[in-house]
């Protein structure tokens, strides 16, 4: 019984939790907001504007959904102590485990909504478009860089994120030259911004006869979809467009065809590429986009007036500039050099049990 009184005890403690999270979450302000734009969407001339129509549609379905999840938390926390006390009336040790599973989900969920609040910059709530590059260390890199794809796609998946593969250059013997995917979903690049940087691997190669432990390094580059894209400048004379036989292991999403696009941005030396739509005009618009979300990525995180005002500036795949390790040998541990987080369960984080590192980044840049 003393485990059921302890677990009420806390269950209880969580409701002024709970209240001040809806206190930190605005859910008064943000009922207000949803019955306004209810009311746009009554308007007769709401369908006349298609783009601000499609927004006000997405921001209402967005603040509708916290709405609904925190108010679903507060139920499910009335239930399980509802649970908690009947147990405890009917001196019934037999839901000590259910009880228990559901205070930990709720302190869980809790947290979860706690990081949510954290995102508040302002693309934080957009799609991200993130590519993968090897740098030193040849097919060692370049399986690196494969290992790090599957990290975040896997990521994405336990998130039930969509992701869509837009470009893929295979490697010279295993891994790649380089990947880009789109993370489709709400706080997409809120959440992944943690992983844009190097990652570098120690561990003993397999490409390597002798068996020796090397050291690789890879990088993760995270920009968010911009709206309005197109409404970015880039000069004809400044951009090179060549294309190419689609390659990979893009499967049935890739056109085996010579209509896969790359795109060189003359002055700053960026490369952009698209080879899964299904035509040729459809990979250039598409790389088109990247290529601009990119530069304005870059004149924001640079604070510059212009897109002319983008010089290359790339930061070296390398030691000395990694934002996380990965070490397989001689012992397992991926640690965060920026916040200190760290995991010994290496095969959970490569396989996409990466919440620990995003959360303590966000915390850290809160402070």
Known sequence: MIALEDAKYKLIGMRAELKELGSALRIDELKVTADELDKQTL????????????????????????????????ARLEDAITLAEMAIEENDEAYVEEVQSELDAIVKAEEEKRI??????????????VSFHPGAGGTEAQDWAQMLYRMITRWAERHNYKYKLLDWLDGDAAGI?????????????????????VHRLVRVSPFD????????????EVMPEFDNIDKVEIRDEDIEVTAHRSSGAGGQHINKTDSAIRILHKPTGIVVGCQTERSQLQNK???MKML????????????????????????????????CSYVFMPYTLAKDTRTGFEDGNISAVMDGEIDGFINAYLKMNAK
Do not use: H
């Open 116 to 129: 949510e609040i954290l995102l508040s910059g302002e693309y934080d709530k957009n799609n991200a478009i």
């Open 209 to 220: 006869a002798a068996g020796r432990r090397q050291t690789s390094f890879a990088s993760i």
């Open 177 to 197: 030259k380089s990947a880009t995917i789109m993370v489709e979903g709400l706080n997409a690049y809120g959440y992944l911004k943690a992983e844009n940087g």
């Open 292 to 323: 601009k979300a990119k530069l304005m990525e870059i004149k924001i995180r640079e604070r510059l007036d212009t897109i002319e005002d983008i010089q290359g500036n790339k930061t070296n795949i390398e030691w000395g500039a990694q934002i």
């Open 43 to 74: 308007d007769p001339d709401f369908w006349s504007d298609q783009e601000n129509s499609s927004k006000v549609l997405q921001k209402l379905k967005q603040t509708k959904d916290t709405i609904e999840d925190y108010d679903a938390l507060c």
């Open 285 to 287: 618009e598409t790389a």
